[in-house]
């Protein structure tokens, strides 16, 4: 099973990337994030006209959800669901869907705009909600098969930034946030990343505003593949797709994906 993620920044903007790459990687789930479009507009028939099932949940201009999948899913829910989703539209910042005995749960966590910001507070609030949500959905780690994807915004690890010292602090890599992500990780999710990558100078997500940011290597890991032990143990390798950040107009992200033998 062959497990994607891609933040694209703009499901219509990237509609024929995101279709270039399902036909050259056939994944068994592609999760987005950041789609900007509101229902209505979604795209729908673009992916079903050419087979993939589709499950989403958006609002104009930010945010914005979706769960592509070879087959229908057999459930899907939107939302943290308890009673706050309408703060910050959290409802289009979180699917969860069941497919073939896998909780994939697909999530655009907030930014955070400044460590001053109400956002950030907001931010790590909602890294607290996730977890919620995780011990009200899951038993246990151990008993459940959960794979946690998405745009985390966190780089949790000094590696996971091309320079550590002069980014620290940031929204996206600074104590507070790495421990609000620990919270969520704490429920027994292992980084299938870093079991198959363990070296520096990987990233994910490379700043428009920032000057030839691909070729110089100046870049984030903010994108995440994260899954409960018994999925864990199942993970054969996982890979960046750089190329489909050089294409003409990409994403400021890429396509990272996981194969399992499930």
């Known amino acids: 099973m062959r497990i994607a993620t891609f933040n694209c920044n703009s499901v219509r903007s ?12 056939s994944p068994d789930i592609l999760a987005l994030q950041e789609t900007k479009a509101v229902d209505d507009d979604f795209p729908e028939s673009e992916f079903t006209d050419t087979g993939w099932h589709v499950v989403y949940r958006g609002q104009k201009s930010y945010n914005g959800v979706a769960v592509i999948t070879k087959e229908k899913c057999t459930k899907a829910s939107f939302g943290l669901q308890d009673g706050l989703d309408s703060d910050e539209d959290s409802s289009t910042r979180l699917a969860h869907i069941e497919y073939k005995g896998i909780h994939l749960i697909n999530t655009y966590v907030p930014q955070g705009r400044d ?11 909602w890294f607290g909600r996730l977890r919620k949500y995780l011990d009200k959905n899951f038993k246990s780690s151990a008993k459940s098969k959960v794979v946690w994807v998405g745009d985390l915004n966190v780089a949790p690890t000094p590696i996971d930034v091309h320079d550590s010292k002069k980014i620290w602090p940031h929204v996206c890599h600074c104590q507070a946030v790495i421990d609000a992500f620990a919270g969520v990780t704490g429920f027994g ?10 070296e520096e100078g990987k990233f994910t997500f490379w700043d428009y505003r920032v000057r030839g940011a691909l070729e110089r290597g100046l870049g984030w890991r903010i994108d995440h593949i994260l899954t409960t032990p018994s999925v864990a143990e199942r993970s054969t390798k996982v890979e960046i797709d750089f190329e489909a950040r050089k294409l003409e107009k990409p994403s400021d992200h890429t396509f990272v994906f996981a194969d399992f033998d499930l």
Not at 115 to 125: P, T
Request: no cysteine.
């Open 115 to 125: 460590l001053e910001h109400e956002k950030f507070k907001f931010k790590l609030e």
């Open 189 to 198: 999710f292992i980084d299938i990343f870093r079991k198959h990558i363990p």
């Open 14 to 25: 990237r509609l024929q990337i995101i279709l270039d790459w399902l036909d050259a990687n």
